[in-house]
């Protein structure tokens, strides 16, 4: 079992930046692959952002390319996402998620992620 806390939400001006942080608890957490979805009011949920086991691999929504940067600490058992230059349309809830079955491929799917953080929102004013 793997539990997921994401911190580091908040209300910030367009053209502003924030750090997120997912804190995992489980032993196995630096062999999975992890991501960062967003979900917007009446919106579907979206991918943002993907990173393999060892982050060597990443992969980006097109709408956060340049912007945001995924990372992780796996000392700290803890993935990052940090965004830069934000919009009003970046204003969501960020959820954490983990991709036990695969750590070598940043995946973009919902389905392929079991473990989910409770989420964090993220308000951008204009």
């Known amino acids: 079992q793997v539990q997921l806390v994401e911190s580091g939400g908040g209300l910030v001006q367009a053209g502003g930046s924030l750090r997120l942080s997912c804190a995992a608890s489980g032993r196995t957490f630096s062999s999975y692959a992890m991501g960062w979805f967003r979900q917007a009011p009446g919106k579907e949920r979206e991918f943002v952002a993907a990173?393999?086991?060892?982050?060597?691999?990443?992969a980006y929504a097109d709408s956060v390319k340049g912007r945001f940067t995924i990372s992780r600490d796996s000392a700290k058992n803890t993935v990052y996402l940090q965004m830069n230059i934000l919009k009003a349309e970046d204003t969501a809830v960020y959820y954490c998620a983990a991709d036990p079955s695969n750590g070598f491929r940043p995946r973009s799917k919902m389905w392929e992620y079991d473990y989910w953080g409770q989420g964090t929102q993220v308000t951008v004013s204009s």
């Open positions: 990173i393999s086991w060892r982050g060597g691999n990443t």
